[in-house]
């Protein structure tokens, strides 16, 4: 039989833990810290002491991190491997051993504790870092073809514009060798997958963009779970490992629908549905509610992308509501993720329930004034003698202040034999694009000690319930 997800995070903590580290338990999605806004990496809470500005209280350590990656939200069901929330398992060592343990463990991980065949894995090395391609070459016995060495986007690791970063080295599994070895394309999403990053945590990135080094050379790595889940349970993806396929099988019996059986554009929905509810349900556990600014706008857009997901598959809620049902399973699941998060069940549900009602009240608003402007356009294309016509800020408006998806519009307007100008559209949106990049460059979303990010963030940066533009950190 296939191993589980909780086993697999179960063992990777319990190899390390063997190896000298101290097991400990995930930090808060909310960081100590207020150059980020949301715990993206398993080293965040560490970064005070990769800094040397708290001693370390041990050499090594091991956790399974609870993560949020907003950058990542559009590619929720597009790819194979992105989540919004996600855990990250890694083990640390805090001026303790360096890049040559590192690499051994991590081939020992995955190629004895996991099985994972020698000859399905590649190796990327930062393009300058002679020492990490000879330890895999040499030591660990990879062949040259298949260790890549990677610019900076890819393996200079930093958790934000500034802090602790360095080299980095991954490991790709590999689910179609018989493609060769030629021209290959790690990053090819339908080929392989990356599940392990090993970051030699040797600089301070400064705000003036220079390199200091660090007093002690660390190691910090992460190796996602679902990933690791994915491959070993041999499924096309994620979304269909044991920690969440239990979540889309909750919705499509919702829905009505099998998942098996349904097509990509409703796969795709059950996935972003499974994939948020994971995200608002231990964002509002670790105490982020639904707001207009900040972490809380994060909840909010998800939570209205699963309203809106939700809908469009026809799931019918319990007193108005559908997403709290959902997410008991999510709560179900989380044992061994967030052992309060039973405990704030109620209260995770309540404020789920609260945020979708008043959702569906604007987006019913919002149909009464789209039938209002249907009508408009409608009489003035009578008087005029021209083609009745939503004007592209019309559209906008419904879109950006009331939570209508521009094809919504459409649909329902040509319903009535009314055209929208897309084109306009596109124009309002764009605008609101450009302001809102504005506003992040004034917000400066990654001062080192600078005033609270959270803070700072304006209100009016809204840029619609597609896209989530508040992540503060830039990752490879
Ligand atoms: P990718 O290139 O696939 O986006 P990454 O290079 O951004 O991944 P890292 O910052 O190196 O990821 O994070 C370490 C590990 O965490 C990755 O190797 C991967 O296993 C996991 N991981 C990163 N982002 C996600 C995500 N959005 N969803 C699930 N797992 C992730
Ligand atoms: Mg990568
Ligand atoms: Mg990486
Ligand atoms: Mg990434």
Redesign the pocket.
């Known amino acids: 039989s296939l191993i589980s997800g909780d086993s697999i995070r179960q063992r990777f903590l319990d190899f390390y833990a063997s190896r000298g580290h101290k097991i400990i338990p995930s930090a808060s999605l909310v960081p100590d810290d207020p150059t980020v806004l949301l715990t993206i990496?398993g080293m965040l809470p560490f970064k005070p002491i990769f800094l040397g500005k708290i001693p370390r209280q041990v050499p090594r350590a091991t956790t399974a991190q609870r993560c949020i990656?907003t950058n990542?939200v559009e590619n929720v069901g597009r790819t194979a491997?992105?989540?919004t929330f996600?855990e990250?398992l890694g083990n640390f060592s805090f001026g303790d051993y360096f890049k040559k343990e590192a690499i051994l463990w991590s081939w020992e991980l995955s190629t004895k504790e996991f099985g994972l065949p020698p000859e399905r894995l590649w190796i990327s090395v930062f393009e300058d870092d002679d020492e990490a391609f000879e330890i895999w070459h040499n030591e660990v016995g990879i062949p040259v073809e298949h260790i890549k060495r990677m610019g900076e986007d890819d393996n200079f690791?930093m958790s934000g514009a500034t802090g602790p970063c360095g080299p980095c080295s991954?490991i790709y599994y590999d689910f179609h060798p018989e493609r060769g070895t030629a021209d290959v394309d790690l990053g090819d999403d339908t080929r392989f997958i990356?599940?392990?990053?090993l970051v030699f945590m040797e600089y301070n990135k400064k705000d003036d963009g220079t390199l200091e080094p660090l007093k002690q050379k660390n190691i910090d790595t992460?190796?996602?779970l679902?990933?690791m889940a994915r491959i070993l349970q041999k499924v096309p993806n994620n979304y269909e490992t044991d920690l969440i396929y239990p979540i889309l099988e909750k919705a499509s019996a919702m829905a009505n629908i099998s998942y098996p059986l349904a097509d990509e554009q409703t796969k795709l929905k059950l996935k972003v549905i499974g994939d948020h509810i994971r995200a608002i349900v231990y964002l509002i556990s670790d105490g982020v509610l639904p707001s207009n600014i900040g972490r809380g706008y994060v909840v909010r857009r998800l939570i209205r992308r699963v309203v809106r997901a939700g809908r469009s598959l026809g799931i019918e809620g319990v007193e108005g509501a559908f997403s709290p049902v959902i997410a008991e399973k999510v709560i179900e699941l989380s044992t061994h993720i967030d052992s309060d998060v039973k405990i704030k069940a109620p209260r995770i549900l309540e404020e789920l329930k609260k945020e979708e009602l008043n959702f569906v009240q604007t987006l019913e608003r919002g149909e009464t004034l789209l039938e209002k402007m249907l009508w408009d356009a409608l009489s003035n294309a009578e008087k005029s003698g021209t083609v009745p016509c939503l004007s592209g800020k019309e559209a906008f408006l419904l879109y950006d202040t009331f939570g209508f998806p521009v094809e919504l519009t459409t649909e329902i307007a040509e319903e009535q034999g009314v055209t929208v100008d897309m084109n306009g559209f596109d124009i309002e949106m764009e605008n609101q694009r450009r302001l809102s990049r504005a506003a992040h460059n004034v917000v400066k979303l990654a001062v080192e000690d600078g005033a609270n990010v959270t803070d700072n963030i304006s209100e009016t940066e809204f840029v619609g319930y597609d896209t989530l533009s508040t992540q503060a950190v830039v990752?490879?």
């Not at 990356?194 to 990053?197: C, M, V």
């Open positions: 990496a990656r990542d491997r992105h989540h996600f990250m690791w991954e990356e599940f392990y990053n992460g190796l996602g679902e990933r990752e490879s």
